[in-house]
């Protein structure tokens, strides 16, 4: 349904993990601390987060650098496998590759992930019913934001396989009525230190 006013969603996944996941690193830490302090002023309605640690400890990282914004905590924001594409869907050359990759995804992801993925964009994409413009920022896992920026930019629903973003990046969607999503910043790192950029990133894609 389209509103009568436009969304901007703030997409954020999480900071750097410990290696066992159970929470963040001293660098995930400031990476979200950081964050916060860049997203001062901006009028948000609600942080919302998976319930994962990782996730959680960065919203309410970002959360502690504004002022009274709710917290709230979603499976739909979790992590999940948000599409298992189909052999025939994917390029040839890429195919196996792709295949060898979801199949390390478990029966329950595999279950639930798509049915997520579908709630998710009923939650947060799309102009909304109201009088003034909505901010509303999701501190997530990288699968979502690809599954999300993918879907602004109308591309084939495997199309969130090869999306990558860093640890605490941000990537701002617009959601205008009567117009098409806007991707307005995309894994975008400038309020972090050159040390704490492009974790959460394979080493060959360092720049």
């Given at each position: 349904?389209?509103?009568?006013?436009?969304?901007?969603?703030?997409?954020?996944?999480?900071?750097?993990?410990?290696?066992?996941?159970?929470?963040l690193t001293e660098g995930?830490?400031?990476?979200?601390?950081?964050?916060?302090r860049r997203l001062r002023g901006i009028p948000f309605t609600a942080v919302h987060h998976g319930p994962l640690p990782r996730?959680?400890?960065t919203a309410r990282?970002?959360?502690g650098q504004l002022k009274g914004v709710p917290l709230h905590v979603s499976e739909v924001a979790g992590d999940y496998v948000p599409y298992l594409p189909e052999k025939e869907e994917l390029p040839a050359e890429s195919a196996d590759f792709y295949l060898r990759f979801?199949?390390?995804?478990?029966e329950e992801e595999r279950k639930h992930g798509p049915a997520l993925a579908r709630q998710a964009l009923d939650l947060?994409?799309?102009?909304?019913?109201d009088e003034e413009d909505r901010h509303e920022l999701v501190v997530t896992h990288n699968?979502?934001?690809?599954w999300l920026v993918r879907d602004a930019m109308h591309a084939p629903k495997w199309r969130w396989l090869g999306l990558n973003h860093g640890n605490a990046a941000l990537t701002v969607i617009r959601y205008a009525p009567g117009r098409p999503a806007s991707l307005l910043v995309s894994n975008d790192m400038r309020h972090l230190?050159?040390?704490?950029?492009?974790?959460?990133?394979?080493a060959q894609q360092h720049i």
């Open positions: 349904m389209t509103g009568a006013a436009t969304r901007y969603l703030y997409l954020v996944r999480h900071g750097e993990a410990l290696p066992d996941e159970s929470g995930g830490r400031r990476q979200a601390t950081l964050l916060g996730a959680e400890q990282l970002i959360a979801l199949a390390g995804a478990g947060f994409t799309g102009a909304v019913p699968f979502l934001v690809a230190p050159s040390e704490l950029r492009w974790t959460g990133f394979p």
